[in-house]
């Protein structure tokens, strides 16, 4: 069963998707916005990300590109990856 | 821009361009008018030389020409000795003296001064047959010594009618000068006042044209502001679009994904229909202040409020949350008449007034002030509160509609409120601005114009 990562600023939107994929027994983790809190993502490497394509960025009010927003997403599972083996290693 | 204003730029001015078109045509008419005179008068005064002075002077001519001719036959007769000659030279004088009193009775006499003129000749010309008759028949006596001396006698009195003769031509030539100089001076005048007429008229007409002119240019130029205004206001109203479809999409995707989870067998629903719940409240929140905001302009032309009541209202609106809160509301206005509808001003301090509610600080003590006084000329209602406070740039957006700041975003809301207040108060002829200082609180100032009766009051106190 794949792990899955959820980025969705609504919070409702965040916890019925949680609901959903737990009872189907997916392991979930949720980002809620920003760049912050995505790159906190550091339980697991998901399989599946869902990403809100609409997701504004607060400081300059534009929505991030889909684009944008999955190289955040890549850069933070990349620095994740990049620590894990490091962690295993010690 | 709003709808108002560019309403308000229809109204330019419209001067009376007919009136000066009524003038301009007026001044040809009476133009062709005295041309027409003057021809029409001129043609009279030449008519009136033509038909009498001509005519009369012909006539004297004639009457000098017959005396001539009556002395001539005169003295032919008292040379003739032969009867039958005679009998001839005498019919031809009979019907000399025909020709000449034929002549002076056609004379028209045209004032006082000829007429006695005329006179004295026709009574010189009377005195003349008996003693022409007389040597006429000395002369058939054949005693023409005698004849000859009677005609020498007869000498002076020809040459008196002779002198009346030359008097009444002189008359009449000076009648007809004078005449001619009526004319010249009426056709000189008709020309002058015609010439000045032109010169007024052209002028007029040319600033009439230049007046035209640049209405024209200046309707072209507003006429393509407003297609700019118009083209703006279309593409706002495109992004607005954009931006209601995409907030009443996301509390329904909230729905749909609740909908999912009561449909869930195993799972606990009572999440999912709080979130149901909360989507459609969010949605018909939504749909309440767009339809504010499409109401405002038909509600706020010439309507007038009184403060008092407003604040009043607002107080019993805002006082049970605050409450709840433990919030000081302190509420200090002068009453006056403002030209803004009732509800909508209501709605304008109850939206500021929950502004404040829902972006305080979490722990300070919200304190809310709702100040409003009457100035010179116009009200100025102020709302300030003590809480999150916005940056400069947040200021910059806050009246746009759909707009949300960065700390609020947890916060439920539409992004509506603040351009609700705004347009209500643009509606109403007003302006509203924002201080703010990040941390430390938010000023809202909004400046009402003061319905009529208040202004003249204040000018006659």
């Not at chain 2, 003129?117 to 058939?140: D, G, M, T, Y």
Request: with cysteine; charged share 25%; glycine share 4%.
């Amino acid at each position: 069963v794949p792990d899955i990562l959820i980025v969705d600023d609504n919070p409702d939107n965040l916890d019925l998707l949680t609901i959903i994929l737990d009872a189907a027994g997916h392991e979930v983790q949720t980002a809620a916005d920003g760049r912050e809190r995505l790159e906190a993502v550091t339980r697991r490497i998901p399989d599946v990300v869902l990403l809100d394509v609409e997701m504004p960025d607060l400081a300059d009010r534009k929505p991030y590109s889909p684009e944008a927003l999955l190289q955040i997403v890549a850069r933070a599972l990349q620095e994740k990856t990049a620590r894990q083996p490091r962690r295993k290693a010690s | 821009m709003t709808s108002e204003t560019i309403s308000q730029a229809v109204e330019v001015r419209r001067p009376n361009l007919r009136l000066a078109f009524v003038i301009i045509i007026a001044g040809f008419i009476i133009s062709v008018g005295i041309s027409i005179y003057a021809i029409r008068n001129s043609q009279a005064q030449v008519r009136l030389i033509t038909t009498h002075r001509l005519s009369n002077i012909e006539l004297v001519s004639r009457l000098l020409f017959d005396l001539n001719q009556e002395r001539l036959l005169v003295d032919a007769h008292i040379f003739e000795k032969q009867k039958e000659n005679m009998d001839i030279i005498e019919e031809d004088l009979t019907k000399v003296e025909a020709d000449i009193s034929a002549a002076t009775g056609a004379y028209e006499p045209s004032d006082a001064e000829v007429q006695a003129a005329l006179k004295q000749l026709e009574a010189e010309l009377s005195a003349l047959p008996p003693r022409v008759a007389s040597a006429i028949s000395l002369s058939r006596q054949n005693l023409d010594v005698e004849a000859q001396k009677k005609m020498r006698n007869l000498q002076p009195q020809f040459e008196e009618i002779e002198r009346s003769s030359n008097h009444l031509l002189r008359l009449n030539q000076t009648r007809a000068d004078e005449e001619i100089a009526r004319i010249t001076f009426l056709q000189l005048s008709a020309i002058i006042l015609l010439a000045i007429l032109t010169v007024v008229w052209t002028v007029f007409a040319i600033l009439t044209a230049i007046r035209v002119t640049r209405l024209i240019a200046e309707r072209e130029t507003w006429l393509r502001q407003t297609m700019r205004l118009l083209e703006e206001r279309n593409r706002e109203l495109d992004a607005f679009a954009g931006r209601v479809a995409h907030d009443l999409r996301a509390p329904l995707n909230t729905i749909n994904l609740a909908a999912a989870v009561i449909d869930e067998p195993k799972v606990d629903t009572s999440r999912a229909s709080h979130a149901l719940r909360r989507g459609v409240k969010a949605m018909e929140t939504l749909i309440e202040d767009l339809l504010t905001l499409s109401r405002i302009s038909g509600q706020t032309t010439g309507t007038i409020c009184h403060v008092a009541n407003v604040v009043a209202f607002v107080r019993d609106d805002l006082k049970p949350k605050l409450d709840a809160l433990g919030a000081l509301l302190q509420i200090e206005t002068t009453d006056a008449a403002v030209s803004c509808s009732e509800g909508l001003l209501r709605q304008v301090l109850w939206n500021l007034g929950e502004n404040a509610v829902k972006y305080r600080r979490a722990d300070v003590q919200l304190q809310l002030k709702i100040l409003g006084r009457a100035t010179l000329r116009s009200y100025e209602i102020t709302v300030s509160d003590n809480g999150m406070g916005m940056s400069a740039a947040e200021v910059e957006h806050a009246f746009e509609p759909f707009f949300r700041g960065k700390q609020v975003k947890s916060t439920p809301g539409t992004g509506l409120g603040l351009s609700i207040v705004k347009r209500v108060i643009e509606a109403s002829g007003g302006s509203a601005s924002i201080d703010s200082i990040p941390g430390r609180g938010t000023t809202f100032r909004i400046q009402l114009p003061l319905a009529e009766s208040k202004v003249a009051w204040r000018v006659t106190a």
